[in-house]
């Protein structure tokens, strides 16, 4: 499907500089033939803004003779203004303009020492346009699975690009003397869960406690134990406001913040076997001890059982991850962040990967005749947010198997961390 490039409110100076940013060399010469923008797919890839597929055909020029003509391709991220009750929400949260703002400073400078996300080619300053590199013409894509759950051979690849990004940020901060929060202030300042009054994300917990309950009265036959864990699990889940803060316990680092499936693309060897990983979405990121992001992609992308069969082994994966890569740097890891200390975090961030989990997968893991639905138009994604997304909820757990599991092991595993049984 064909779209105007004023659909992504750019200009053509907008155009010059993505193509300069791309080429690199300074001193090309070169002039735009054409730009076309396509929509990136058919189907939905995330759910906080549009996607594009934005080409160029470039004359490259030298001394104003002709040398060639360049196919450029890349990967943009706007504002999905179809919808103005998700740009209000955007805005509000200022989640696009959040991930404009890291594209523009930090993150740049935190991958000159080490690769964890997409080259930013521009980044609006009112945040509303973000134009990449294609990862995908790299060989990069996401976990093709309906589950969303990961193998311990993607887990490993997605922990080590978890201990690169988390090492950049201590290498960078040990380089200026500074935290990263000091160089760029109100960068990472909390757009999540934030106690404000007519914050949209209050209203959003406080309807993800909803359809909790909802999907607890719905499966426990335990008259008893439904009415103990209704009462119990809304106060459990809103200690997420307090688990996202700066730790003044354990040392804090560059969070992403949002690890679901769709945010962590890996790149495969000839033989299938995945050899790299990179993060994509900074719309939320954070500044919290590097166990929120650990717990967080553990609890999004594995089954409980499968997670306690394997915890220890990819705590240790990660722990000595990080060690190689502070190594790189020239740091030692017992400087930044002794084993028992990642330990004891982990542990303590146990309880933010569990409440997670519920947000995040009780809509990402929706059939996706459901999901097409509720994007579809204005209206009907109004209508969910306000309305009627407990009563999709129940009605996926009681006819897709898939996510009836799933939902029923998050749910388990949240009543487990907090000692509820």
């Keep these: 499907m064909s779209s105007s490039t004023r659909e992504l409110d750019i200009t053509a100076a907008d155009k010059e500089l993505i193509v300069r940013n791309y080429i690199r060399d300074a001193s090309t010469q070169f002039k735009i033939v054409a730009t076309h923008a396509t929509r990136f797919g058919e189907q939905r890839d995330g759910y906080l803004g549009d996607h594009f597929l934005l080409k160029f055909t470039v004359l490259v020029t030298n001394d104003d003779v002709a040398d060639g003509v360049l196919e450029i391709e890349t990967f943009a991220k706007v504002l999905p203004k179809a919808i103005p009750s998700l740009v209000k929400y955007l805005e509000e949260t200022e989640a696009f303009a959040k991930e404009a703002e890291l594209f523009r400073g930090l993150i740049p400078r935190m991958q000159k020492l080490g690769r964890f996300a997409p080259e930013a080619l521009f980044s609006a300053p009112g945040g509303e346009l973000i134009v990449f590199r294609n990862l995908k013409l790299e060989g990069f894509r996401t976990l093709q699975n309906n589950d969303g759950l990961f193998d311990l051979v993607h887990l490993e690849q997605a922990l080590r690009v978890l201990a690169r990004m988390h090492a950049a940020c201590w290498a960078l901060e040990k380089q200026s003397g500074k935290s990263v929060t000091e160089l760029y202030p109100s960068a990472l300042d909390e757009n999540s869960w934030v106690v404000k009054d007519d914050y949209p994300r209050v209203k959003e917990l406080e309807n993800n406690i909803d359809t ?59 033989h299938g076997s995945p050899m790299d990983c990179l993060l994509v979405d900074f719309q939320l990121s954070r500044y919290v001890p590097p166990a929120y992001d650990f717990n967080m992609l553990l609890s999004l992308t594995m089954t409980s059982g499968y997670r306690r069969r394997h915890l220890s082994y990819l705590q240790g994966y990660y722990y000595q991850s990080l060690r190689m890569e502070l190594t790189r740097h020239g740091i030692m890891i017992e400087e930044m962040l002794a084993h028992e200390d990642f330990l004891e975090s982990c542990k303590f961030y146990r309880k933010a990967g569990a409440i997670d989990s519920l947000f995040i997968n009780v809509v990402t893991m929706l059939p996706r005749d459901i999901l097409d639905e509720v994007f579809s138009s204005a209206e009907k994604y109004e209508h969910f947010t306000a309305e009627s997304k407990t009563t999709k909820c129940l009605k996926a757990f009681d006819e897709c198997l898939a996510y009836r599991t799933r939902m029923v092991d998050i749910i388990e595993n949240i009543v487990d961390t907090f000692g509820l049984q």
Excluded at 219 to 224: A, I, P
Excluded at 238 to 266: C, E, G, P
């Design 212 to 270: 909790l309950l909802a999907l607890v009265k719905h499966y426990e036959k335990n008259g008893k134990r439904s009415a103990s864990l209704v009462e119990s699990l809304p106060n459990c889940v809103r200690q997420i406001y307090d688990l996202v803060k700066t730790s003044t316990v354990y040392r804090n680092v560059f969070s992403h913040a949002d690890l679901w499936n769709n945010n962590v693309m890996f790149r495969y060897s000839e």
